[in-house]
C-alpha cells in the first residue's frame, strides 16, 4: 500500500537504532568519557544564553547521527513548519497549534482563515497592559473606592499551573505590595484558605478558564462572586470591580455575570498547557509589570527561532526531544526526574508535569494505531537540595533507570554569603556521581568493612542533563518554558502522537456529573455502579445523614 505511514519501528534509523543500542547497552558512561576527554565540551550545545550539557547520557556521536535521521524521517522539520504555518496540526479537534504566535513581536504575521492572529495578540496584550498599570498605580478602584492589593487567580490546570509557576518563578520582579493567591481546587478549603485574611474591598478575582466551564473553576468563581457581594453590601455592581475574566468563550463569560469589557480574549489554537504567556498569564503581568512580561515574551521568542531554525544537532529542543525518545523507548526509562536547583523554581516540576504528561500521554498515533513503543515519560521532580535527602536514594542505588534533568542559575538573584557555590556544587555533584558512580574497589580502599561494599557501591551510568541559565530572569524563563515545549513537540513528531488533544481527562469528569446527585440527592435512587463505586457512594451517603 504506497500511502500506508510507516510504522515507527519498522523505520530504517528505529532498526539502526536498535542495533546500535545493543553496542551501548553495557558501556558505561565512565568508559565513554575516558575514551573522548572533550566529551564534556563538545556534548554541550548553546543557543540564546541556554546552555545544555547532554555529555552525560549514554550516548555517541553514532547515536546523535541516528537520532537525528530518526528526526528526519519523521517529518520533524515539516511538522516544526506546520506549526509556525498555523496548519492544523491538532488534527483531532481540527485546531492550528499557534502558542509560538503569541511571542511573535510587533510587525510580524501568521495567517490563520485570513487573519493575522499575531496583531490580535497584540491588542490583548496592550489591553492587558493598560489594565495592569492601572492596577498597579492604584488608579483602578475597587467598588469602596480603595486601591487593589490582593490578585486571586480561580483556574486550573492551564489556567492555573502556568500562572503559579511564573508568579513563583517570579517573585523577585514582583510588586511586593500585592497579594498574589491561586485557588484552583474545588475542595473547598483551597478558597476559603485563600481569602481568609484578604479584604474583599481591595481585592481582584481573575476567573481564568479557557472554556469557562470547567466545573471547579465555576464552582470557585461563583464562591468568589458570593464572598465579594457577602463583603461589599449586596451589591451587583460591585461584581465589576472586582472580577475579571480570561477565557476564548465571551458569551459564557456574559453568562456568568462579567462584563465583557472586562475579558482578556485567548483563542482556541493555544492549548490550555501552552497559554501562560497568553492572557492567561494576567495575573503574572500584574506581579511583575507589562515590560517584564513582555521581556518573558521575548526569551520565548528567541528559543521559538532557535528550535524553528537551527540545525538539530545544534538544536537544544530538539537533542532534549531525541534524548528522551532513546532513554525512553531504548533504555526503558519509564519516568524522568526534572530537579531545578533554584528555590524560585519550585512550581517548575509541576507545571512540567502537565506539559509533558498530557502532551505525550497518547497510545495511540495520529492516525489511530495503537503505538508498539512506549510514549511519554512520567514527570516527576523537587526543587534541589531538597530531593537530595528524599528521593535521590532511589535514583543513585535503586533499580529503575531515572534520567534527571538538573537546571541551575550562574547568578544568583539573593547572594548570600556562600549559599550560592554550596548550592551549585551540589548541582555539579549530583550528576558527576549519577554518571561514574563509586566502584567496589574505590569503596574498600577507604576501608570499608567487607560486608558493607556492596551497599556503597554506586554503579554510576545514570544519563542527565544540566541546564544552565545565566540569571533567573522573564526573558530566561520564557526560554526554559519554551525549551521544554519544544522539547515536547520534537518527542510527538518522532512518536506519531498528537500533542495537542486531551481526551484522557474527559471520561472521568462526564462519571463524577453523573455521581454528583447521588451524592446531594437525599431521595436518590440506589446507585447502579460496579460493586466498589456503590459501596463507596453509600458508605458517602451514610456518613453525610449522621
Ligand atoms: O482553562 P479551562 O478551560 O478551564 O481548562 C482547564 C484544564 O482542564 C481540562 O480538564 C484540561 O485537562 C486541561 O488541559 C485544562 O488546562
Not at 227 to 256: Q, R
Request: with cysteine.
Amino acid at each position: 500500500m504506497a500511502n500506508t505511514i510507516p510504522s515507527l519501528t519498522s523505520r530504517p534509523a528505529w532498526k539502526a537504532l536498535e542495533a546500535h543500542y545493543q553496542t551501548l547497552r553495557d558501556v558505561h558512561l565512565r568508559r565513554l568519557f575516558a575514551d573522548d576527554p572533550g566529551r564534556g565540551e563538545s556534548l554541550t550545545a548553546e543557543a540564546v544564553g541556554v546552555v545544555l550539557d547532554y555529555s552525560k547520557n549514554r550516548i555517541t556521536g553514532d547515536t546523535l547521527d541516528l537520532l537525528v535521521r530518526l528526526a528526519e524521517d519523521c517529518g520533524l522539520r515539516g511538522r516544526i513548519d506546520a506549526m509556525f504555518r498555523g496548519e492544523r496540526i491538532n488534527e483531532t479537534e481540527g485546531r492550528a497549534v499557534l502558542h509560538v504566535a503569541l511571542r511573535m513581536p510587533k510587525g510580524s504575521s501568521v495567517e490563520l482563515d485570513g487573519v493575522n492572529v499575531v496583531t490580535q495578540v497584540h491588542t490583548v496584550l496592550d489591553r492587558m497592559a493598560e489594565f495592569c498599570t492601572k492596577v498597579r498605580s492604584g488608579a483602578w478602584k475597587g467598588h469602596t473606592g480603595k486601591r487593589i492589593r490582593a490578585v486571586v487567580n480561580v483556574g486550573i490546570g492551564g489556567s492555573d499551573l502556568g500562572p503559579v509557576m511564573a508568579y513563583e518563578a517570579l517573585r523577585h520582579y514582583s510588586d511586593r505590595n500585592m497579594i498574589f493567591r491561586f485557588v484552583s481546587n474545588i475542595d473547598g478549603t483551597d478558597f476559603v484558605e485563600a481569602v481568609r485574611d484578604l479584604n474583599p474591598a481591595e481585592t481582584l478575582f481573575i476567573i481564568s478558564s479557557k472554556t469557562f466551564t470547567t466545573l471547579e473553576t465555576m464552582t470557585n468563581g461563583h464562591s468568589a462572586r458570593e464572598w465579594l457581594l457577602a463583603g461589599l453590601g449586596g451589591d451587583v455592581k460591585a461584581v465589576a470591580k472586582h472580577c475579571v475574566a480570561v477565557s476564548t468563550n465571551a458569551s459564557e463569560v456574559a453568562k456568568f455575570g462579567i462584563d465583557p469589557a472586562n475579558m482578556f480574549e485567548f483563542w482556541d489554537w493555544v492549548g490550555g498547557r501552552y497559554s501562560m504567556d497568553s492572557a492567561i498569564g494576567l495575573s503574572t503581568m500584574l506581579a511583575v509589570g507589562p515590560e517584564q512580561f513582555r521581556s518573558m515574551l521575548s526569551g520565548f521568542h528567541q528559543m521559538d527561532e532557535h528550535f524553528r531554525t537551527a540545525p538539530f544537532r545544534r538544536n537544544l529542543p530538539a537533542l532534549m526531544g531525541l534524548l528522551a525518545v532513546w532513554n525512553g523507548d531504548f533504555f526503558g526509562a519509564d519516568t524522568a526526574a526534572v530537579l531545578p536547583y533554584d528555590q524560585y523554581l519550585k512550581r517548575f516540576p509541576a507545571y512540567l508535569q502537565q506539559l509533558t504528561m498530557e502532551s505525550n500521554g497518547k497510545h495511540v498515533t495520529l492516525e489511530g494505531a495503537k503505538t508498539t513503543y512506549q510514549t511519554g515519560a512520567v514527570f516527576w521532580g523537587e526543587p534541589g537540595t531538597n530531593g537530595q535527602h528524599s528521593f535521590y536514594q532511589l535514583i543513585h542505588q535503586g533499580t529503575k533507570l531515572i534520567p534527571c534533568d538538573f537546571i541551575a542559575c550562574m547568578k544568583p538573584l539573593n547572594p548570600l554569603g556562600r549559599h550560592h557555590d554550596l548550592l551549585i556544587a551540589n548541582v555539579f555533584a549530583q550528576s558527576e556521581a549519577l554518571a561514574f558512580g563509586k566502584t567496589a574497589e574505590e569503596v574498600r580502599g577507604e576501608g570499608t568493612a567487607e560486608r558493607l561494599v556492596p551497599h556503597r557501591v554506586f554503579e554510576g551510568n545514570r544519563p542527565s542533563n544540566t541546564i544552565l541559565l545565566e540569571r533567573l530572569t522573564p526573558e530566561a524563563l520564557g526560554k526554559l518554558v519554551a525549551l521544554y515545549e519544544h522539547s515536547v513537540f520534537t518527542q510527538g513528531a518522532v512518536w506519531g502522537i498528537n500533542c495537542f488533544d486531551q481526551w484522557g481527562v474527559e471520561l472521568g469528569k462526564a462519571l463524577a456529573q453523573r455521581i454528583v446527585p447521588e451524592l446531594e440527592r437525599a431521595e436518590a435512587p440506589a446507585p447502579a455502579h460496579d460493586s466498589s463505586t456503590n459501596h463507596l457512594i453509600r458508605r458517602y451517603r451514610a456518613a453525610k445523614t449522621s
